[in-house]
């Protein structure tokens, strides 16, 4: 037997940019972000909620696009977005049906718009069509500006699984337009602050200290403290990818997923009636209160986590945390099989990333239900007497 390894090293550039209103016809950053071989062409997927919240953005966009020099326009496909359009492949065949019908080539440009469901799956079509074609994303909501927006992943479901069918794939660029985060609903604008939190435990103590000097601020949807704190985050995430060691996740370590395991069951658990932001928010609680209880976290600091949490109105229970599986034996909680799954996403050994203090996570490979029970127990008591202050 005899044969040779060849080590293949692969650069890329990973983009971030912030802006205002992109679209306007005087704004540049698009123009002078893409290149061109003076024909590309260029299409825009545009989510339908962003659409209808900001009625004349289509036509603001193909006007864009028309007259980007040394571009062929291909037009706007408006589709539904949110939780649902990653549920099955329907969005994702319509994708490479325009993506086919325009003539769209691996010189071209994909630019989506939308939130982090449908930049999802836009990014799945765009890794896939021809091998890859370049994409532009333009995250719309709090929650994909400060985390998933930035990242370099993409999925669908399948199979009862979140993201189970996707790719990594870093898209040609990232550009955080702040005027449609504060198009959002209240109540979405402030749940997407949880990744910003979720981000400074793990990565970044004095982000942290800010986001808990600036709470009253944040909670109340200041708008320059609210697009410090995306901006911040978005750079911290986009940090981690470039310079952590493993951007496509080969190994068994995933800090930027803390609070995580616990979050995707229990989207899973509600039918994802639970929005995704508010699942983090009791992952992360759930994960700082195991943090504490099993010896690597003080409990003053995680007090300090539970208490920002609060002042940003961000949840820290939900009763999808004390269902029962029916399939255990012993009986358990069925929030646990999501261990399980967790590692089966990735692969090796269970890997979840705990608290030893704030800023600074440390790997475990096993976490114990018993104690986990007690974390939820004591999770359900506070909540109580938190809705009752």
């Known amino acids: ?96 049906d325009a993506i086919e019908k325009a003539g769209i080539d691996r010189h071209s440009y994909i630019l989506c718009i939308g939130g982090g469901a449908y930049l999802d799956v836009i990014g799945l079509a765009a890794a896939t069509a021809h091998r890859g074609i370049r994409l532009v994303r333009f995250p719309t ?57 979720k981000v400074a435990l793990v990565k970044d103590a004095s982000f942290f200290q800010w986001i808990e000097n600036n709470a009253h601020q944040l909670s109340k949807l200041h708008p320059h403290t609210l697009e410090e704190a995306v901006e911040r985050s978005a750079l911290l995430h986009a940090s981690h990818i470039a310079y952590g060691g493993d951007p496509f996740e080969t190994g068994n370590s995933r800090p930027l997923d803390f609070g995580h395991w616990a979050a995707h069951k229990m989207e899973q658990l509600t039918n994802f009636k639970l929005s995704h932001a508010d699942a983090v928010s009791v992952g992360v609680a759930l994960d700082t209160i195991y943090s504490w209880k099993c010896g690597k976290l003080s409990e003053s600091a995680a007090m300090r986590v539970l208490h920002v949490l609060q002042e940003l109105k961000l949840p820290i229970w939900h009763d999808a945390l004390d269902l029962q599986s029916d399939q255990a034996t012993p009986p358990q909680r069925a929030i646990y099989t999501g261990l399980e799954e967790f590692r089966e996403h990735l692969g090796g050994e269970l890997t979840v990333l705990l608290l030893k203090e704030i800023g600074q996570g440390e790997d475990v490979h096993n976490m114990d239900t018993e104690l986990l029970d007690e974390c939820i127990e004591w999770l359900a008591t506070h909540h109580t007497l938190q809705a009752r202050a």
């Not at 037997?1 to 306007?24: L, P, W």
């Not at 193909?62 to 291909?74: A, K, L, V």
């Not at 589709?79 to 492949?89: A, F, H, L, S």
Request: with cysteine; proline share 3%.
């Open 1 to 96: 037997m005899h044969g040779k390894n060849f080590d293949i090293r692969i650069s890329s550039t990973h983009r971030i940019r912030f802006t205002r209103d992109a679209f306007q016809r005087e704004n540049r950053m698009l123009i002078d972000l893409l290149d061109t071989n003076g024909r590309a062409k260029v299409i825009a997927f545009i989510d339908r909620g962003v659409a209808e919240t900001f009625p004349g953005l289509e036509q603001q966009v193909n006007t864009y696009m028309e007259c980007m020099p040394g571009f062929d326009s291909r037009g706007c496909i408006i589709q539904t977005g949110g939780e649902p359009c990653k549920r099955n492949q329907q969005t994702l065949q319509e994708a490479w």
């Open 141 to 197: 909501t709090t929650l994909a500006q400060d985390d998933s927006g930035v990242g370099v992943k993409n999925g669908i479901n399948a199979y009862g699984k979140k993201n189970f069918l996707g790719t990594f794939a870093v898209p040609y660029a990232v550009v955080n337009d702040f005027s449609f985060i504060h198009g959002q609903p209240a109540l979405e604008r402030k749940a997407g602050i949880v990744e910003a939190v």
